[in-house]
């Protein structure tokens, strides 16, 4: 069993910014495809960002695109997500999650992901 553990949220003004990590379990950390997904009051959990095996290939959603990234380091078993110019609307429990198995390089859809971190909160002041 793979566990997911995040790390670095917490309370910022708007425009400010956040890095969070995502820290695996177990030695197969660079076989798996990587996301990151929020969640919102009152919302449906939304794909932010997605990463390859390799980091090669990566996804954003339109409304973080330009302010986020995504990135890996496969020798410590971790996967970020750097928040630039952070907006109210980015507050949210922010997961982290893992496909071990990617049909795709990029993994975008939840229902795809076999393992799930125990989410970060996220809060934006204006």
């Known amino acids: 069993q793979v566990q997911l553990g995040e790390s670095g949220g917490g309370s910022v003004q708007a425009g400010g910014s956040l890095r969070l990590s995502c820290t695996a379990s177990?030695?197969?950390?660079?076989?798996?495809?990587m996301g990151w997904f929020r969640q919102a009051p009152g919302k449906e959990r939304e794909n932010v960002a997605a990463?390859?095996?390799?980091?090669?290939?990566?996804y954003y959603a339109d409304s973080v695109k330009g302010r986020f990234t995504i990135s890996r380091d496969n020798a410590k078993n971790t996967a970020y997500l750097q928040m630039n110019s952070l907006k109210p609307e980015d507050t949210a429990i922010y997961y982290c999650?893992?496909?071990?198995?990617?049909?795709?390089?990029?993994?975008?859809?939840?229902?795809?992901?076999?393992?799930w971190g125990q989410g970060t909160q996220v809060t934006v002041s204006s």
């Open positions: 999650a893992a496909d071990a198995a990617p049909r795709t390089p990029v993994v975008v859809t939840s229902y795809e992901y076999d393992y």
């Open positions: 177990g030695r197969a950390f660079s076989t798996y495809a």
């Open positions: 990463i390859s095996r390799r980091g090669t290939f990566t």
